[in-house]
């Protein structure tokens, strides 16, 4: 069974600090895909990693995908409150589906 | 990317009851799938809707309790049967397929009393 742990699943920082949140797992994924959820809505796809030791950017976030594909991270550089919300990460497998993460919920107090 | 419309968004049921949730599409889509999040968590995979054809279900998830249809590439609808509280949750349905990444669903938050 795929699994993954994602850390930490609780997060509460002040506007402008920086934060880094963790995916790992066992198993090699194809890709790996960060999400954004807020409340009443579904997940919207934030990155798709797919190259080991890949490095993408998206504004003020940082994504890595380990260089075994089975590891990755987001970092969110001066945290805003517009930031808030349930991070999730997700592998895909080699048949399309999705394993998700626990979660982080992140709070940014202003 | 795709948009997904599902009905209904939230509902409140009888225990023992069954309630339809109905995700559309505007596309013809390859795969959908189906998961279940219980508030403030994470998604669990109940079923990968195929067309056409019986839906392929995860472990701990059986057929007999979430009967899902697709009778075409722009439709499915799961199915939560004889309810009890415990399938209080929020159900999401999501598509992907070449043109464009996965897409989720709104989600339709379940309470059964």
């Known amino acids: 069974t795929q699994l993954l742990e994602q850390s930490p699943q609780f997060l509460s920082i002040q506007e402008g600090e920086n934060l880094t949140v963790y995916c790992n797992s066992s198993s090699v994924f194809s890709s790996l895909q960060w999400y954004r959820q807020e409340p009443g809505e579904g997940p919207v796809l934030l990155v798709t990693?797919?190259?080991?030791?890949e490095v993408k950017k998206l504004k003020r976030l940082t994504f890595q995908f380990g260089d075994a594909r089975k590891d990755s991270s987001l970092h969110i550089t001066a945290a805003q409150p517009g930031d808030t919300g349930l991070y999730l990460c997700a592998g895909v497998t080699q048949g399309g589906k999705l394993i998700f993460g626990q979660g982080t919920e992140l709070s940014v107090k202003p | 990317s795709a948009v997904i419309s599902q009905k209904p968004s939230r509902d409140i049921c009888q225990r023992g009851t069954s309630l339809t949730i109905q995700c559309q599409v505007d596309?013809?889509?390859?795969?959908m799938f189906w998961y279940r999040q219980q508030p403030g968590q994470s998604l669990t995979l109940i079923a990968t809707?195929?067309?056409?054809?019986?839906?392929?279900?995860e472990s701990g998830f059986v057929i007999d309790k979430f009967p899902i249809s697709r009778p075409n590439l722009t439709f499915s609808t799961l199915t939560v049967s004889n309810m009890s509280p415990e399938d209080s949750s929020i159900y999401l349905c999501s598509v992907t397929g070449q043109e464009y990444g996965y897409t989720f669903g709104s989600g339709t938050r379940l309470t059964v009393v």
């Open positions: 596309s013809q889509v390859t795969m």
């Open positions: 990693v797919v190259t080991g030791g």
């Open positions: 809707a195929n067309q056409g054809s019986e839906a392929t279900y």
